[in-house]
């Protein structure tokens, strides 16, 4: 685990980055967040689940057992909860995404509902997780619903997994990708800049919550070319394209995978990391 500082220039930052540095427009983000639904099927085949070491970590101040993952998609972070025994109700608004949550975890209470209106009681939950999906909620409204469905002392936290380019040939692989493709929070640098802050209350922002505490752990993912290419089409970068320039990114990052020596030859680990964001309710 990388624990991660959280001092003045940090601080500093935040507020940099809500200040409008990297952040959608509204409408953008409502295009963004919505795109998902049409690529429910390759989001759940394609996209990773979550180191259990971070959602161990997300957990751990909560007051209790009960857990909400919110903004769920097809089930990514609900199946990991799953395997850590936890009791856990999954949200999410996207009925092709809610659908394959469904499919994939059919034991699972899983609700139709967003962020900004939770279908839960007051205090229901000793924790809100939300893995690759806070960035697209609306705080103004999501962050009252969020603290209201909490008990007291209860925990929100974040998860992203972004790619660790540490790795020269993931530094790489970003580069030709392009950022319309792999966002801000694909990579672990930027994400502390723009994600740190920005989707969490913290004191002296929203008095609901104390001040964030950040964390990375290390989450190597088995994939082949096809495979990371197929990840790259769930991205909503690319979804939100018009469909004859998808291809153009696509094949960009095929020939690069077909050129290092790290991926050309079958199954390979692709270096990520789980990068976790928590505060806990006031």
């Known amino acids: 685990m990388t624990r991660i500082d959280n001092g003045p220039e940090r601080d500093r930052r935040q507020e940099d980055s809500r200040s409008g540095g990297q952040r959608l427009p509204n409408d953008e983000r409502r295009l963004h967040s919505s795109s998902f639904g049409a690529a429910a099927g390759a989001y759940a085949e394609h996209r990773p689940d979550y180191a259990q070491a971070a959602v161990r970590w997300a957990l751990e101040p909560a007051p209790g057992p009960r857990v909400l993952d919110l903004g769920a998609g097809t089930g990514k972070l609900t199946g990991t909860l799953l395997a850590m025994g936890v009791d856990v109700v999954a949200v999410e608004p996207d009925p092709a995404m809610l659908a394959e949550l469904r499919r994939g975890n059919p034991a699972v209470r899983a609700l139709a509902g967003s962020a900004e209106t939770i279908p839960l009681p007051d205090g229901s939950v000793d924790a809100v997780v939300s893995g690759n999906a806070m960035h697209w909620f609306d705080m103004d409204l999501a962050g009252p619903e969020i603290a209201r ?10 998860l ?13 692989f970003a580069a030709v990708t392009g950022s319309a493709a792999i966002g801000p929070r694909d990579v672990p640098a930027s994400w502390r800049v723009e994600a740190a802050g920005m989707h969490l209350p913290r004191k002296g922002g929203d008095a609901r ?3 964030p505490e950040q964390a990375e752990f290390p989450h190597g993912q088995g994939r082949t070319a096809d495979s990371l290419v197929a990840t790259l089409g769930t991205k909503a970068g ?3 394209m018009p469909e004859r320039q998808r ?3 696509l094949s960009r990052t095929r020939a690069y995978l077909e050129s290092r020596p790290e991926t050309a030859d079958g199954a390979f680990t692709l270096p990520m990391l789980t990068s976790v964001l928590r505060v806990r309710r006031s």
């Open 149 to 158: 469905v909490l008990a007291p002392s209860g925990v929100l936290a974040g």
């Open 209 to 211: 919550f104390d001040s």
């Open 238 to 240: 690319v979804l939100v």
């Open 160 to 172: 992203w997994n972004v790619f660790d380019d540490g790795a020269d040939w993931v530094a790489g």
């Open 247 to 249: 291809d153009a990114p």
